[in-house]
Nanobody
Framework: QAELVESGGGLVQAGTSLTLSCTAS????????IGWFRQAPTKEREFVAA????????FYADSVKDRFTISRDAAKNTIYLQMNNLKPEDTAVYYC???????????????????WGQGTQVTISS
């Protein structure tokens, strides 16, 4: 069973950049997908981005598609979320999670993810 630890959150100004990391202890299998989700106060958890581990295939929410980049470093068992041109509406707790049986149809659905990290707070000031 993999455990996930997110890091890199913080308080930054709008228009700047931030990179989140998600490091997995335990095994990430070739067919796994790793996703980033976020949850703002009083809002539901929403999909941000995901990457299929072996295929390196990437998926993005429309709201972040041109600003965020997901990547992985297999040697470090780490997934990154590079966030550029941050906006106040990006403020949320960001979580990474593992989907052991991903598909294109379910990549954006949080209930399909099996293991979650504890989250890291990202706050964007205007």
């Amino acid at each position: 069973q993999a455990e996930l630890v997110e890091s890199g959150g913080g308080l930054v100004q709008a228009g700047t950049s931030l990179t989140l990391s998600c490091t997995a202890s335990g095994t990430i299998y070739a067919n796994d997908a790793i996703g980033w989700f976020r949850q703002a106060p009083t809002k539901e958890r929403e999909f941000v981005a995901a990457i299929r581990w072996r295929l390196n295939e990437k998926f993005y929410a429309d709201s972040v598609k041109d600003r965020f980049t997901i990547s992985r470093d297999a040697a470090k068992n780490t997934i990154y979320l590079q966030m550029n041109n941050l906006k106040p509406e990006d403020t949320a707790v960001y979580y990474c999670a593992v989907d052991r049986s991903p598909s294109r149809a379910t990549m954006q659905i949080s209930n399909n993810y099996d293991v979650w990290g504890q989250g890291t707070q990202v706050t964007i000031s205007s």
